[in-house]
């Protein structure tokens, strides 16, 4: 399965901003991460395929809304109120076999090339 992550780009301090993940197979739950400058990888938020199930890292909690379009294979991030904090690379990745959400980044088995969003004042 490969993964296409878009949507990155330039916004200011609490614009919005939405990216998406297109998939080219199957995938029972996906995640977004990111990466920060000098940061390790860290999680951000997942969904799971069927039944839409979501679970969120405190720190986007209420300011991001991940969603899936399954006619479209293609999972979205819909991100409010950025903050500088919010810079990164941000990637997508996808679970080929359970439903089980997960925010450490071994348990996924397909990941995408990564979109820079970039922050600022």
């Known amino acids: 399965v490969q993964l296409q992550a878009s949507g990155g780009g330039l916004v200011q301090v609490g614009d919005s901003l939405r990216l998406s993940c297109a998939a080219s197979g199957r995938t029972y739950a996906m995640g977004w991460f990111r990466q920060a400058p000098g940061k390790e990888r860290e999680f951000v938020a997942a969904i799971a395929w069927s039944g839409g199930r979501t679970y969120y890292a405190d720190s986007v909690k209420g300011r991001f809304t991940i969603s899936r379009d399954s006619a479209k294979n293609t999972m979205y991030l819909q991100m409010s109120s950025l903050k500088l904090e919010d810079t990164a690379v941000y990637y997508c990745?996808?679970?080929?076999?359970?439903?089980?959400?997960?925010?450490?980044?071994?348990?996924?088995?397909?990941w995408g090339q990564g979109t820079l969003v970039t922050v600022s004042s």
């Open positions: 990745a996808g679970r080929g076999s359970t439903w089980t959400l997960a925010e450490e980044a071994h348990k996924y088995d397909y």
